[in-house]
């Protein structure tokens, strides 16, 4: 496949999302197996699959562990989208809509802090605030804001934030070579205060989605919490959840 201004899998995704909506791959239709989109693409199944998960994300297909991929709608959904049923997923969204940041600095929890991310006080940690644009379109208006605060002992953070293609916690685990054994995430609705708000190019009070995922290696420790704002209306959160038989 030839090398385009947009990542293979988007590519591959676009192409496939195309052939959907024009008809040609119909709704209860199955997509070929991961190994014949490869070679089909001439590409690896690791691209395969996040060209997947873009689909997914979209709402035109899901996935069935076992079964494959078949399409379930012919339009895409509009706004930013967030679909996964993995740590794996989760971790590998953020290529093609990768974190932007804006400020970096260290902290001391204070008790205030400390209750927010169920840390220690006098914890120390790299706080990292950035903005998330929908596709990577630094030019529109950012669909997110995102607060990380990650391990101090896990500091060379900083020297990859500058470009980011993939979620801080995946590049931490190639920094430090540790495994993402869990990932808590919590829902909920809260109101933009002023400087978020003015971030992300709305009103103060603003209603908005608010998810804090918190990230523990294997043996249990808590190295990232991230706090993630998205006003309404920018954001959708998709699932699908299977009976196990």
């Known amino acids: 496949m030839a090398a385009g201004a947009s990542p293979l899998f988007k590519q591959i995704a676009q192409a496939l999302g195309d052939a959907i909506e024009a008809g040609t791959i119909a709704v209860g239709a199955m997509l070929p197996t991961e190994a014949e989109l490869a070679?089909?693409?001439?590409v690896s199944r690791h691209t395969v699959r996040d060209a997947l998960s873009e689909l997914r994300s979209l709402g035109l297909i899901e996935s069935r562990?076992?079964?494959g991929s078949y399409v379930v709608r012919v339009h895409r959904l509009s706004g930013y989208t967030q679909s996964y049923s993995s740590i794996e997923e989760l971790t590998r969204f953020a290529v093609g809509t990768p974190l932007h940041a804006i400020a970096v600095d260290d902290v001391l929890a204070d008790i205030a802090l400390a209750r927010?991310?169920?840390?220690?006080?006098?914890?120390?940690?790299?706080?990292?605030?950035?903005?998330r644009y929908d596709h990577d379109d630094t030019s529109s208006i950012p669909v997110g804001y995102v607060e990380v605060y990650v391990d101090a002992s896990f500091?060379?953070?900083r020297s990859q934030l500058h470009d980011l293609k993939i979620s801080i916690a995946e590049t931490l685990e190639r920094l430090y070579d540790v495994h993402i054994s869990r990932i808590e995430q919590e829902i909920s609705v809260d109101v933009l205060s002023e400087e978020i708000a003015a971030r992300l190019h709305t009103e103060p009070g603003t209603p908005a989605m608010l998810i804090r995922r918190k990230y523990a290696s294997e043996n249990g420790r808590i190295f990232e919490i991230a706090f993630s704002y998205y006003p309404m209306g920018r954001f959708a959160y998709r699932n699908v959840l299977q009976r196990k038989n």
């Open 39 to 42: 070679r089909r693409y001439g």
């Open 65 to 67: 562990q076992g079964k």
């Open 116 to 131: 927010k991310i169920d840390g220690g006080v006098g914890q120390s940690y790299v706080r990292i605030r950035a903005l």
């Open 155 to 157: 500091g060379r953070i």
